[in-house]
């Protein structure tokens, strides 16, 4: 299934539902089921982990849906077969294990 | 693009770097990368929005990749045109703006 079907699907399932809860609340239900997919990781049940992968990306279609994003459009964009950083596929950019926080600079 | 060849396209890039970092660190990365889509959507940057939504799903098929989860398959086992929990489309479901805790169970 194509990203913009799966995105499609939502919208036919949720739409209303999702904007009348609004971004806010949309994203904060989304923070939920992240926190619900690392539960189901630290547990190892491979059955819930695939069901809150589910939730996850169904809860990004309906934020992408009520914030008018093409996610399919986004990711193609970002990511077409080349690492957007160093254009290279493998990724050959310098490695570094946590993402470095926006302002941490020393002088 | 399907789901499925997004994920394997994460895959040729990252996967090799994805292993290395490990599970915690790429899901602690996921959360850092929904966070900064939280802030491009409070900032109402169109651009900047697109590019962190690409950013989430991006790290999240990276996730999928090493704990070995097929996300379209996962994706589409629990949403397949019915709401899972009503088996309706649209949603019937009793509306909620918010997700309820697990635990929060009055006697």
């Not at 079907?5 to 904007?19: G, I, N, P, S």
């Not at 990781?41 to 990004?60: H, P, R, T, Y």
């Not at 160093?86 to 950019?93: D, I, M």
Request: aromatic share 10%; glycine share 2%.
């Amino acid at each position: 299934m194509h990203i913009q079907e799966f995105q499609e699907m939502m919208k036919t399932l949720y739409y209303a539902r999702d904007q009348e809860r609004g971004i806010e609340a949309t994203f904060k239900w989304l923070e939920d089921e992240l926190q619900e997919l690392k539960e189901a990781i630290n547990e190892k049940d491979k059955g819930s982990i695939q069901k809150e992968f589910a939730d996850v990306i169904a809860w990004l279609a309906s934020l992408a849906n009520i914030t008018e994003v093409n996610l399919e459009k986004a990711a193609i964009n970002k990511y077409n077969s080349l690492c957007p950083k160093c254009k290279r596929s493998p990724c050959q950019c310098i490695f570094i294990k946590a993402k470095p926080a926006v302002f941490d600079q020393t002088p």
